[in-house]
């Protein structure tokens, strides 16, 4: 994204000052990573943002070869959560988007069924089992799910 004169801008936000190019996609964009407060989980950061939560960023950072858009990794690494797959390849932190974006189921909550969408987090996961935020896990049931968890896997082969 540059403008008339060439003039660099971030490719996610639009401004023009303090631009540094990604590792990952050699894009114009902020040098901002020191904006961001540890701990504070703010979405502040372009470039932080970028490289945190893209397929672009971490197919960088985890050292993949080929494009993202295609790398069978990145795919393997996001097949449980192919929800989060398609937020990382489509959300507005990306200069390019997964074109055809595979279909997935959403996430339901196990105690009341209410659909969890991932990337807002706030909800808890134990055992492939999803719980919303208004149906946090207690200690009691925390127990209950690691035993028929265990117990699942005891009934397949693992290799
Ligand atoms: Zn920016
Ligand atoms: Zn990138
Ligand atoms: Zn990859
Ligand atoms: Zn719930």
């Known amino acids: 994204m540059a403008n008339k004169n060439n003039t660099p801008v971030c490719g996610l936000c639009g401004k023009k000052k303090k631009l ?6 050699n894009n114009w964009i902020c040098d901002d990573e020191d904006k961001y407060v540890i701990f504070s989980y703010a979405k502040n950061s372009c470039s932080r943002n970028h ?3 893209t397929l672009c960023g971490s197919h960088n950072t985890e050292g993949h ?9 990145c795919f393997d690494s996001f097949k449980h959560e192919l929800e989060m797959y398609v937020w990382y390849g489509t959300n507005e932190y990306n200069f390019e988007v997964l074109e055809n974006p595979p279909s997935y189921k ?3 909550c196990a105690k009341c069924d209410n659909v969890i ?9 134990l055992c492939r089992i999803y719980r919303c935020e208004n149906c946090p896990i207690s200690e009691k049931e925390r127990e209950e799910i690691i035993s028929q968890y265990k117990g699942g896997i005891k009934h397949k082969q693992l290799n």
Do not use: A, E, M, N
């Open 117 to 125: 969408v991932l990337s807002d987090g706030g909800y808890s996961t």
């Open 65 to 73: 070869s080929g494009k993202w858009q295609s790398c069978k990794k």
């Open 106 to 108: 959403p996430t339901y």
């Open 20 to 25: 540094i190019k990604t590792d990952c996609c």
């Open 51 to 53: 490289r945190r939560f």
